[in-house]
């Protein structure tokens, strides 16, 4: 499978999962969306040696994963993608940081394992917590969250727009980079000459394509914004809104003291380590 | 360039996300005076070009990696800055969400690593100075590469900086910076090329599509000199606001050398390192980038003010030699 076919894969999978008719796919957007980000606020505000306290946010997304029905695979693909960077970035930290933090028998640990751990935990929990998200939220539900948190229409219209006119083009990709390669077999990539009309070619399609999507925009009553209401259309009976307000109440109080409250060493205590 | 959750404090996040916030504001007050319907379908759709386009391996030739495009400075060369900011948004929010390319939270930072320094400085302080008058295939590949360096480059300090003040990497910043912005030259360089390349397509197809070309002649209201003034005002502000910062963190090689030695700076001794020693004292008005027997950050700032005005010096020199050995060979063509 070539990377635009995984793509468009993987785009095609998480809006399935999306749309599955699961309480928690019915919880309203905005709710998922604000923990989501509560989560991601908490997890980096951690100081770099407090591993044991950041485990505990795995709560949540743990929680997400089984009641949403959610497969522990796919969302371990999508953190291939941040790892290498966060293991780079981090990867200097024992180097630098050397003064010893504890023993394990008789391996030293220093500080700058610690917060390397630390980093790369935060990196784990904010990818899982993004893919909670949006594998439980379809995208006009983030839409219409944003326009409640009064992001402007022009950017929530451009991106619903955006999100709906990727699949098509990256097939379209797919199709003339699969031409060429098929007429040059022995190449891995498009040779330079190709560069600018492959590329240029597949652009000025995109901007017809523009052009054919504005006109029949246009004779369905479009003046330059999608009226308020449309995000709403999809979401029309969909959301529990008592459950919602309960579960944002119940997350929030929960990762907040796991925040505060240092959970993992109480319950190392109780158990005498 | 895309920058994880993992890599920002709660407080940096939240100040890129302002300041990014605030320039999504502008630029959708800026395309509602231009009041053109056709915009928005059109921007979308760019905004799925762009992000097929990236999936595009295009193989550097003698190399065996590849690049691809530079979204920002492409998109906005066609659409104009604003359209291209809010597009950049759209695409960088779905790359985060669906592909885990970014996080959520880091969005401020990656819109403005990323989308402000491509679709603002690339188009208003690159291109369209380019496009002055009109276009041709040698300035828009020359506006391309130096489009797509210069924002790259803006975009690799960004992520340095950003990553300093959260506070996640022990790396020092001399040492982090050294291995960020030669990277990124390269990568600049590459999709420059890249980018050039489908943009002289598109003038050689569909001039009218491209943005901000004025007619030979035609004075536009980004000139050489005011392109310059505002530069050198920049590279003023970024001297000697960053100074401040290089004056309270050691340098690497300074750091390690603290590390093992217990001192800062080794003492040498010996004729020879006591010759060199006094030439450089002689020579060097500005020695340790601050001014002789000053510690205060006064003088760090100042130190930064001046370089950056040498480096313009510099960069202004090579850019009229340039133009003096072209103006020759244009004249011995003729």
């Known amino acids: 499978m070539s990377r635009i076919e995984k793509a468009v894969f993987e785009l095609n999978s998480i809006e399935d ?105 935060k990196g784990i929990l904010c990818v899982l917590g993004a893919y909670i998200l949006i594998a439980t939220t379809p995208i006009e539900g983030i839409c219409r969250s944003l326009r409640a948190f009064r992001v402007p229409k022009t950017i929530v219209t451009v991106i619903l727009l955006i ?51 504005y006109e029949s925009m246009q004779l369905r009553g479009f003046d330059g914004e999608f009226p308020e209401g449309l995000h709403a259309l999809f979401y029309e009976g969909r959301d529990n809104r008592r459950l919602s307000i309960i579960y944002f109440a119940v997350w929030a109080v929960i990762l907040v003291l796991l925040r505060i409250v240092p959970v993992a060493g109480i319950v190392g205590s109780v158990f005498g380590i | 360039m895309h920058m994880a959750d993992a890599l920002v404090s709660p407080a ?34 760019m905004g799925a070009f762009v992000f097929a386009a990236q999936m595009i391996n295009f193989t550097i030739p003698g190399t065996g990696s590849s690049g691809h495009i530079c979204g920002g400075f492409l998109i906005s060369a066609l659409a104009g800055p604003y359209a291209g900011f809010l597009t950049m948004i759209g695409v960088l929010l779905i790359q985060c969400l669906f592909f885990a390319d970014g996080g959520l939270l880091a969005l401020g930072c990656n819109v403005w690593n990323m989308a402000f320094y491509g679709c603002f400085i690339g188009a208003l302080l690159v291109w369209k100075p380019f496009m002055r008058k009109g276009a041709t295939k040698a300035r828009i590949m020359a506006a391309s590469i130096i489009g797509c360096i210069v924002t790259l480059q803006l975009g690799a300090f960004s992520v340095t900086v950003e990553t300093l003040l959260s506070g996640i990497t022990e790396l020092p910043f001399g040492v982090f910076l050294a291995a960020m912005q030669p990277i990124h030259l390269a990568i600049g360089l590459v999709e420059g090329i890249i980018t050039g390349a489908v943009l002289v397509f598109v003038q050689d197809a569909r001039p009218e599509l491209l943005w901000g070309v004025e007619d030979e002649g035609r004075e536009g209201r980004f000139t050489l000199k005011k392109t310059l003034v505002i530069l050198a005002a920049a590279a003023a502000v970024i001297g000697g606001a960053v100074s401040l910062i290089a004056s309270a963190l050691p340098d690497g090689l300074e750091w390690a050398i603290g590390r093992v030695a217990g001192v800062e700076e080794l003492e040498a001794a010996g004729s020879v390192y006591e010759s060199a020693s006094s030439i450089q004292e002689k020579l060097s008005f500005l020695p340790d980038y601050a001014f002789k027997g000053s510690e205060s950050a006064a003088g760090t700032t100042v130190s930064g003010i001046v370089g950056a005005a040498l480096v313009l010096a510099l960069c202004v020199c090579l850019c009229y030699i340039l133009r003096l050995f072209m103006n020759r060979r244009t004249n011995e063509q003729n």
Do not use: C
């Open chain 1, 17 to 121: 999962l999306s749309r599955q008719n699961r309480w928690v796919n019915r919880l309203h957007p905005s709710v998922k969306l604000l923990l989501t980000l509560l989560l991601a606020v908490l997890a980096v505000s951690f100081d770099k040696y407090n591993l044991p306290g950041l485990l505990g946010l795995f709560v949540y997304p743990l929680f997400v994963f089984i009641a949403g029905g959610l497969r522990f695979k796919d969302a371990l693909r999508r953190l291939w993608i941040v790892l290498p960077l966060v293991v780079v970035t981090g990867i200097t930290n024992p180097f630098f940081d050397r003064q010893v933090q504890f023993y394990i028998g008789n391996f030293a640990v220093t500080g700058g394992m610690v917060s390397m751990a630390t980093l790369i935990v």
């Open chain 1, 163 to 213: 999100y709906r006119y990727v699949t098509v083009l990256l097939q379209e990709a797919d199709r003339v980079t699969n031409a060429y390669l098929l007429r040059a077999p022995s190449e891995k990539g498009i040779g330079i000459r190709a560069w600018g009309p492959l590329a240029g070619g597949l652009l000025l399609r995109s901007m017809d394509r523009a052009q054919v999507l």
């Open chain 2, 12 to 45: 940096v996040a939240g100040t890129m996300a302002v300041l990014s916030g605030a320039a999504a504001v502008y630029s959708v007050k800026k395309l509602r005076e231009e009041d053109d319907p056709k915009r928005i379908p059109v921007m979308g759709v």
